[in-house]
């Protein structure tokens, strides 16, 4: 699946990062739980996509949020932007990707949990993490891709 959203210049995440956040909260705006939350990340993301403002638009509703808006939609939006920006991480977990947009296998996961451990247990904890995170991370890229 090809991005084919506009991302503007300034957005600092990757536009398949931005896509699949937006595709993710608009899958989960739709449940029950944390509905606000989602419908907020969706509603930000969906401004910056459409409108396209330019960043210092961006950091003025962001001062204004951060200061001013206490909700938790409000700290959604304003972590949405902060993401945006380059200032957070993303409000919402994302698939890993690799820069050709396949997601990071278990095994790789594995090799990078493990780095600087060599204990049994640390193998078997480092396995178990590996394959729940790949699992998650296929489970996302399947909800960004369905939504």
């Given amino acids: 699946m ?27 705006a739709r449940g ?9 990340v969706e509603r930000t993301l969906g401004w910056v996509l459409t409108a396209h403002p ?5 950091e003025r509703e962001w001062r204004e949020l951060a200061t ?3 909700s938790r939609t409000g700290d959604a939006m304003a972590n949405t932007l902060a993401w945006l920006m380059g200032v957070r991480g993303c ?19 594995y090799a ?11 193998r078997r904890e480092a ?9 998650r ?3 996302l890229a399947e909800v960004a891709a369905n939504a």
Avoid: N, S
């Fill in 2 to 28: 090809g991005v084919t959203v506009a991302v503007p210049a300034w957005v600092q995440p990757a536009p398949r990062q931005v896509v699949d956040c937006h595709r993710i909260a608009t899958a989960f």
């Fill in 32 to 40: 029950d739980r944390d509905r606000d939350v989602y419908d907020a």
């Fill in 54 to 58: 330019d960043r210092p638009a961006v």
């Fill in 68 to 70: 001013g808006d206490t």
């Fill in 91 to 109: 409000p919402l977990q994302l698939p890993r990707r690799h820069d050709d947009g396949t997601l990071v296998t278990a095994g790789q996961l």
């Fill in 112 to 122: 990078e949990y493990m780095r600087g451990k060599d204990q049994p247990e640390e």
């Fill in 127 to 135: 396995r178990i993490a590996a394959d729940r995170d790949a699992r």
């Fill in 137 to 139: 991370y296929q489970w």
